[in-house]
């Protein structure tokens, strides 16, 4: 699957970039190498906290590869992967990691410093079955009066979805609260700014959907994501 876009983005003309957060950590998979999972990284906020840091350091390094533009970066990831393209795009990353430090940090295995100032600012992202609901990170409330604790997405956001994936519940107000499409609607209009999180959801498929090795693979739905991603992708030329 990781390879497949590789080179088809790179056809594209694109230079991509994959972070590794398992080897980088001296593991090969969350799911079936916990053995050699660093204890800084065996809790589901410290992955994603960790793992915004790997993004955050990717683009610095890609910002000086020779030929890359840094101002026309985009993000595209799958299941966690793409949790953190919606992290990444967030308009209140320090915020949120101030909330994280006050909130949950005390009791986990990580330092929570701030991202380094001179980040780039991405300018679209597509995340395939992401779990939105971020795993205490960024809270989920969705009363609207502390709009600086809710999400927003800095730069459009496509979301691609299975309507039997058990992670829709917090993307979509048509499959269940849908509490990041709450706030992100929330947020633009108290910003007056434009809401850019959109969300397709595709009938009957499920996780990981668009990948042929899984059990949960639809044929169907992986060539309308793909035409999707693809028109998204056409947008930012």
């Given amino acids: 699957q990781f390879k497949e876009w590789s080179d088809r983005l790179a056809r ?9 957060s398992y080897s980088a950590r001296g593991f090969c998979d ?4 916990t053995a ?12 994603i906290v960790s793992r915004l840091y790997d993004v955050d350091a990717a683009s610095l390094y890609l910002c000086d590869q020779p030929g890359v533009d840094c101002e026309r970066m985009g993000l595209l990831g799958f299941s966690q992967g793409g ?5 990444a795009l967030h308009w209140q990353i320090e915020q949120a990691l101030g909330y994280f430090r006050k909130t949950m940090a005390k009791n986990f295995d990580i330092e929570v410093p701030d991202v380094k100032p001179g980040r780039p600012e991405f300018q ?4 395939y079955y992401p779990g939105c609901g971020f795993d205490g ?5 969705t009363t609207g ?22 992670l829709l519940k917090d993307c979509s107000t048509e499959h269940g609260p849908g509490r990041r499409q709450i706030q992100a609607k929330q947020v633009a209009q108290k910003l007056k700014v434009d809401d850019t ?26 060539e309308a994501a793909l035409k999707v991603a693809l028109q998204k992708l056409a947008t930012q030329h």
């Fill in 197 to 222: 999180y959109e969300i397709t959801v595709y009938p009957g498929a499920a996780h990981s959907f668009d990948n042929a090795a899984s059990k949960g693979a639809d044929a169907a739905a992986r």
């Fill in 30 to 33: 969350k799911h079936k190498d």
């Fill in 145 to 166: 009066k502390a709009v600086e604790n809710e999400f927003l997405p800095t730069a459009p956001l496509t979301i691609l979805h299975g309507s039997k994936d058990a």
């Fill in 12 to 20: 594209l003309g694109y230079t991509v970039l994959l972070p590794s």
């Fill in 124 to 127: 679209m992202g597509i995340a």
């Fill in 137 to 141: 990170v960024v809270p989920l409330e």
């Fill in 83 to 87: 949790t953190m393209v919606m992290i």
């Fill in 36 to 47: 050699r999972m660093p204890k800084t990284f065996d809790e589901k906020p410290e992955q």
